[in-house]
């Protein structure tokens, strides 16, 4: 969902009091194309004192926004996989999945799925004489197996250390770390959440992984990108605008 609009406060007047009116409006100007569009500006002198005051409201009030967004999003979309009796998926990996992903984890095909339909080789193979008899027998068979594991339970993949996801992942902890050595370093599990999300960006989205390295690095080493891009799920979420900011950069 795209951000409606941008906050001003009142706070801010004390350091725009001094400024023409032409300035005010090239600072307003470099506010809206800021807050949409992620595009800063190049402000010197009274102006760019100004910016440096108001920037990280800017950021503060987007990341606030999307994170009520977000807490929104995933609310409604555990909500509907109560309501088909499905099993919870947990936040971390709820933010890693395309949108794609989300409606078919909440459609009623996963839940009206047949039990039998990924539990083919439980069954022996039997030569029955026609279809009917051995939908018969399987429904048989599966009421008489109250103990069976849960069909619906989800394995995630763990990415080795020497895999493009996790080196990936690795890179972006590192570049972290290097600009902020005193913030915590990512978990395993936070480092496997992103080597999956580098993995999707890869697999399905059909970037190479020279091109997800070079589109790593740039937003990393933008000034307004490296505040932003601090895990591999935004990374994935922000690549078409990094794209695009790197075509302009």
Not at 59 to 82: N, P
Request: net charge negative; with cysteine; hydrophobic share 35%.
């Amino acid at each position: 969902m795209a951000r409606p609009g941008v906050m001003f406060y009142f706070d801010i007047r004390p350091c725009i009091r001094r400024l023409s009116l032409e300035d005010k409006g090239q600072l307003f100007e470099a506010i809206l194309d800021y807050a949409e569009n992620g595009i800063e500006p190049e402000l010197d002198g009274a102006l760019g004192v100004a910016w440096d005051f108001i920037q990280p409201r800017i950021d503060l009030d987007s990341e606030q926004y999307e994170l009520k967004v977000e807490t929104s999003q995933y609310a409604a979309f555990s909500r509907e996989r109560k309501k088909l009796g499905l099993e919870p998926i947990d936040r971390d990996e709820w933010r890693s999945m395309t949108d794609i992903e989300r409606h078919r984890a909440i459609s009623s095909d996963e839940s009206d799925t047949p039990e039998t339909s990924g539990d083919i080789g439980r069954y022996p193979n039997t030569n029955t004489k026609s279809n009917s008899n051995s939908n018969i027998l399987s429904s048989e068979l599966g009421a008489a197996e109250p103990d069976k594991p849960e069909s619906k339970e989800r394995t995630k993949k763990v990415f080795p250390p020497d895999s493009d996801a996790y080196l990936a992942a690795c890179c972006l902890r590192d570049e972290i770390a290097a600009r902020l050595p005193t913030a915590s370093p990512p978990s395993e599990k936070q480092l496997q959440s992103w080597a999956d999300a580098f993995d999707k960006c890869n697999r399905l989205d059909g970037h190479s992984w020279a091109e997800i390295e070079q589109v790593l690095l740039f937003s990393q080493d933008d000034p307004f990108w490296q505040q932003n891009i601090l895990s591999g799920e935004k990374f994935r979420k922000q690549y078409t605008a990094l794209l695009a900011r790197m075509g302009v950069s």
